[in-house]
């Protein structure tokens, strides 16, 4: 069979990639909105609702923690940027706030009793643009948007008991747009978002169960990320250049899969490690199949001629 030629491989490779990054964001889109809850949840109504009753958009996130609703709801309710930030990714949120230099964020590791009764209204969230509108201590905090966003936003934090020493945390959008917003820039926008509130809600679950972040826990994942994204280029780039390279465009697709995990899903800190090893694995192994079946074809020749 007569070798491809490296533009040839690289349509292959281009191609085989750009399916994966669909069918990745296709699964993503399709779970996020209700992503955590159960139908029973997403259905029923909650604090707020009234306020956008045509939303174009609605999201109903949840999940379960293992602590009391009295030692959840604390953490609720000093969210905001000029308090306890929203305990996600700290240099995105950060990188957001350098557009307009009016805040600057650093997440909480403890409950201050000075943040637990902001006034309504009035304390804001995201700097001037969302603000507390209301909240029932013990129970819920729930943001509106302000005259600065040109739409109709609550954002909801609502946690119950399951039993004594369990929670159920629900976080709830709707969003009305004063335009026809074309359905997938929306989603596609939103999505990004989604990151953050992933990590919000997991960063909220592991504070009130006591499991406060180590120091450069961020830069570590940070670090993880663009490791598995180098990694992944360099075998797209060995596939391309090498004729018999099809284990590195096996080891790329790995990666691109791996990059949704960890930046949509956020798995705890070993597993994120364990993903980063199995993908070096493959990639050890791509780099070597060039020298390994040459060693061998060698050996072979030596005892043809011996």
Same mark, same amino acid.
């Given at each position: 069979?007569?070798?491809?030629?490296?533009?040839?491989?690289?349509?292959?490779?281009?191609?085989?990639?750009?399916?994966?990054?669909?069918?990745?964001?296709?699964?993503?889109?399709?779970?996020?909105?209700?992503?955590?809850?159960?139908?029973?949840?997403?259905?029923?109504?909650?604090?707020?609702?009234?306020?956008?009753?045509?939303?174009?958009?609605?999201?109903?996130?949840?999940?379960?923690?293992?602590?009391?609703?009295?030692?959840?709801?604390?953490?609720?309710?000093?969210?905001?940027?000029?308090?306890?930030?929203?305990?996600?990714?700290?240099?995105?949120?950060?990188?957001?706030?350098?557009?307009?230099?009016?805040?600057?964020?650093?997440?909480?590791?403890?409950?201050?009793?000075?943040?637990?009764?902001?006034?309504?209204?009035?304390?804001?969230?995201?700097?001037?643009?969302?603000?507390?509108?209301?909240?029932?201590?013990?129970?819920?905090?729930?943001?509106?948007?302000?005259?600065?966003?040109?739409?109709?936003?609550?954002?909801?934090?609502?946690?119950?008991?399951?039993?004594?020493?369990?929670?159920?945390?629900?976080?709830?959008?709707?969003?009305?747009?004063?335009?026809?917003?074309?359905?997938?820039?929306?989603?596609?926008?939103?999505?990004?978002?989604?990151?953050?509130?992933?990590?919000?809600?997991?960063?909220?679950?592991?504070?009130?169960?006591?499991?406060?972040?180590?120091?450069?826990?961020?830069? *570590?994942?940070?670090?993880?990320? !663009? +490791?598995?994204?180098?990694? &992944? =280029?360099?075998? @797209?780039? $060995?596939?391309?250049?090498?004729?018999?390279?099809?284990?590195?465009?096996?080891?790329?697709?790995?990666?691109?899969?791996?990059?949704?995990?960890?930046?949509?899903?956020?798995?705890?800190? *070993?597993?994120?490690?364990?993903? !980063? +090893?199995?993908?070096?694995? &493959? =990639?050890?192994? @791509?780099? $070597?199949?060039?020298?390994?079946?040459?060693?061998?074809?060698?050996?072979?020749?030596?005892?043809?001629?011996?």
């Amino acid at each position: 069979m007569k070798p491809q030629k490296p533009f040839h491989r690289f349509l292959i490779g281009a191609a085989a990639a750009l399916l994966v990054v669909v069918i990745g964001f296709s699964w993503i889109n399709a779970l996020i909105p209700t992503w955590g809850s159960t139908p029973e949840e997403a259905a029923r109504a909650l604090p707020g609702d009234e306020m956008v009753t045509n939303p174009d958009l609605i999201w109903n996130h949840a999940v379960t923690i293992q602590a009391p609703a009295e030692a959840v709801y604390p953490w609720l309710a000093q969210i905001g940027d000029s308090r306890a930030a929203f305990y996600s990714i700290t240099f995105i949120e950060n990188t957001f706030c350098a557009t307009s230099g009016e805040c600057r964020y650093t997440n909480a590791n403890q409950v201050r009793p000075e943040w637990q009764t902001p006034e309504k209204d009035r304390q804001g969230i995201i700097m001037d643009y969302m603000v507390i509108h209301d909240y029932q201590p013990g129970q819920w905090v729930m943001a509106t948007a302000t005259d600065k966003l040109p739409m109709q936003w609550t954002w909801l934090w609502y946690v119950e008991p399951v039993t004594a020493d369990t929670s159920r945390l629900i976080v709830r959008h709707r969003i009305a747009f004063p335009f026809e917003a074309p359905k997938g820039l929306v989603n596609a926008v939103f999505t990004t978002g989604y990151v953050m509130e992933r990590g919000m809600i997991l960063g909220i679950q592991s504070r009130a169960e006591g499991r406060l972040p180590f120091a450069g826990q961020e830069l *570590l994942g940070a670090l993880i990320w !663009l +490791l598995v994204f180098g990694m &992944g =280029v360099a075998c @797209a780039v $060995r596939f391309v250049r090498v004729p018999d390279g099809y284990h590195a465009l096996g080891v790329g697709l790995e990666a691109i899969v791996v990059l949704f995990v960890l930046t949509y899903l956020q798995p705890p800190m *070993l597993v994120r490690v364990a993903l !980063l +090893l199995a993908v070096a694995a &493959g =990639v050890f192994i @791509a780099f $070597r199949r060039g020298p390994f079946r040459r060693w061998m074809a060698a050996r072979s020749a030596a005892g043809a001629h011996s």
